[in-house]
């Protein structure tokens, strides 16, 4: 197990650009002697966590940090559950709506991040970073892919950490909306400190 996989979205909901996208081409390619493989999922129900798996299941990365964008959020923020159900009016990349579906049939109502979480509170508060805990990723495509990649690793009884980080807009983005923003360097120093305090030999 080594390296570190971090993931972020295509351009949705009727947006050119994707924080998520542009933070993470704009992410080095090494951080603390460890490989980072970066990819781009679609806006797809099911899709997004199928197109992980091959990677996940090639590289056996140790963390897992998925990424993605929450329009009207201020601050970075760190979900701490997936909950098992599909249910948005918002459709998906290819027009799916889908409500009140469980995403894994049978499977547990709720599966928690695998981060450190109290130690990500703390290291947010020290450093005073614009970035806090989460409670609800959605009902929409994060919350699938933060939910499936978590059955998956606990079903296969690995020790990869998982987490689901959700960005808020880019500048230019709230320059045309008058909503919340934050720039893409801070942004990137944020998710540095999270895989930092992630990675730390206290957390491991």
């Known amino acids: 197990m080594s390296g570190i996989l971090i993931t972020a ?3 949705f909901g009727g947006d050119s650009i994707n924080p998520s996208k542009e933070v993470l081409e704009a992410f080095p ?3 603390y002697g460890r490989k980072v493989l970066k990819t781009v999922l679609p806006v797809i129900y099911d899709q997004s966590f199928e197109r992980l798996l091959p990677l996940i299941e090639e590289h056996d ?3 897992i940090l998925l990424t993605g964008y929450a329009k009207g959020r201020s601050h970075v923020t760190v979900e701490r559950i997936g909950i098992n159900v599909c ?3 918002a459709p998906d990349a290819l027009g799916n709506v889908l409500s009140n579906r469980p995403i894994v049939k049978g499977g547990a109502d709720g599966l928690f ?3 450190p979480l109290s130690s990500l509170e ?3 508060k020290e450093r005073f970073l614009p970035a806090k805990l989460s409670n609800s990723a959605g009902a929409y495509v994060c919350n699938n892919l ?3 990649t978590l059955h998956h690793i606990k079903r296969q009884g690995l020790e990869t950490r998982v987490g689901f980080v959700h960005l808020p807009a880019l500048p230019s983005q709230a320059f045309k909306e008058a909503i919340p923003s934050m720039s893409k360097s801070l942004m990137t120093e944020v998710l540095i400190q999270t895989l930092d305090t992630i990675l730390s030999p206290i957390n491991v």
């Open 9 to 11: 979205f295509e351009p």
């Open 29 to 31: 390619d090494t951080l």
């Open 61 to 63: 990365p140790e963390v």
């Open 87 to 89: 249910d948005s009016s």
């Open 113 to 115: 991040s695998t981060l």
């Open 122 to 124: 703390k290291r947010y």
């Open 146 to 148: 933060l939910y499936r």
